[in-house]
């Protein structure tokens, strides 16, 4: 990876105009996976000295600066309580604490790595990116985007109608990347599925979504025909970790499983 | 470009490559008790304390380091004795080379989190892979580090 030139940032709009300025110059989030690029940065702009490491509780959401890591995201006692705590708890099975306290909620989600543990949680909230300039974003909208806005990922907004949560991460190990990811939430008094690492990016199940969400009663037999909906109609494939025939599987099972805590504990 | 860190509590300036990460600064400038072992983000080996908290330095941009405080186990003499006598009581040693960053991750534990639960720390030290001690004798050697008054 080369970096030709590295700018500190004394503002937002001074970090604009220089990523405006040339097709090869970057915004900086945490770094991590940086190395690993085979891209050549022209000026790498490092926008952390601008404020935007804070998380602010407001009446009916969570203002949280992209600049955030994933450990304080995953400290925070607000975070903690939202979805009864799976935000937090998805957040904190990470990689190790060294990791979450370099890596951060902005580059998480612009990074799209479809192996993100951040990011299949996150499509089960009514999150809202907000861009400088001013843009705002809903997180669905933005993943399902084939074009990403051009902009500077400043905040993330989760609104607090998240009632309770479920995340599974399939792997081997704590350190692994998932072979499959599953969330369920209750949100806003709807079901929503998402599946990452598929291994594609994560995606809501929205045909399955709609069935359950329409369902008369969520019983047992509208939970398994949800979990076979997500299996159908998600695009699952295979790689060098998992074949596309077992990563459907997993994703009907969790997504079941999911659906019956979150049934069962909801209160 | 020019970087200025404090090291160990020392105002340090060092001339850095801007697609230079912080372990190899430091070991590049006879800091080698920060260990390369994955250069991948996952081992641990090279875990150093950003401000008091516990990163990975081959996954930080020294450049992102401006103006931070940066710990090594040379800044942390007494207490990283602490440790390494409890890791010498349990024999939690073997080759020794997963030692330095995990002795930073926990001492940073202690100052974190108070009287943790066996779980909490585990999930502390996750990030931080030994292939000698299978682990056991290290969480021995942990909760009798965590549970000594001084």
């Known amino acids: 990876m080369e970096i030709k030139a590295y700018h500190k940032a004394a503002s937002l709009n001074d970090a604009f105009e220089l990523l405006k300025s040339h097709p090869d110059n970057a915004i900086l989030g945490g770094g991590i996976w940086l190395k690993f690029s085979k891209k050549s940065i022209n000026t790498l702009i490092d926008f952390s000295g601008l404020g935007l490491n804070q998380i602010i509780e407001k009446t009916d959401l969570f203002e949280i600066g992209a600049m955030v890591t994933l450990r304080d995201f995953e400290k925070h006692p607000g975070i903690r309580t939202l979805g009864k705590g799976f935000l937090s708890e998805a957040t904190g099975k990470i990689m190790g604490i060294g990791f979450r306290n370099l890596a951060t909620v902005g580059g998480s989600i612009i990074g799209g790595f479809p192996f993100s543990d951040f990011l299949t949680p996150l499509l089960t909230t009514d999150a809202e990116l907000v861009f400088y300039p001013k843009k705002e974003i809903s997180i669905q909208e933005y993943v399902e985007m084939k074009e990403k806005p051009v902009g500077i990922l400043t905040h993330i907004r989760i609104r607090k109608n998240v009632n309770i949560g479920f995340f599974k991460k399939v792997c081997t190990t704590a350190l692994d990347f998932a072979v499959l990811n599953v969330a369920v939430a209750i949100t806003g008094h709807k079901f929503m599925i998402a599946v990452g690492a598929r291994p594609g990016t994560a995606a809501l199940a929205t045909i399955a979504m709609n069935y359950i969400n329409h369902a008369n009663h969520p019983d047992g037999a509208a939970i398994s025909e949800t979990a076979r909906i997500v299996m159908d109609t998600l695009k699952f494939g295979t790689d060098n970790v998992a074949s596309e025939e077992y990563r459907k599987k997993l994703a009907q099972v969790y997504v079941a499983r999911g659906l019956k805590e979150v049934i069962a504990h909801e209160g | ?150």
Do not use: W
């Open chain 2, 1 to 150: 470009m020019k970087v200025n860190l404090i090291l160990n509590g020392l105002r340090k300036t060092f001339e850095v490559q801007p697609n230079e990460y912080l372990l190899e600064t430091l070991r590049n400038n006879h800091v080698t008790s920060v260990k390369n072992g994955c250069n991948a983000s996952t081992c641990g080996s090279c875990t150093v304390l950003l401000d008091g908290k516990p990163v990975l330095s081959c996954s930080l941009l020294t450049a992102r380091a401006e103006g931070h405080e940066v710990t090594t186990v040379e800044g942390l003499p007494e207490e990283i004795g602490f440790i390494a006598d409890s890791f010498g009581a349990e024999c939690a040693d073997q080759c020794g080379f997963c030692n330095t960053g995990l002795a930073l991750t926990v001492y940073a534990l202690k100052k974190e989190l108070k009287n943790p639960t066996d779980e909490e720390i585990k999930q502390y030290v996750v990030g931080n892979l030994c292939r000698c001690s299978g682990y056991q004798s290290q969480f021995k050697a942990i909760k009798r580090y965590l549970g000594e008054k001084r």
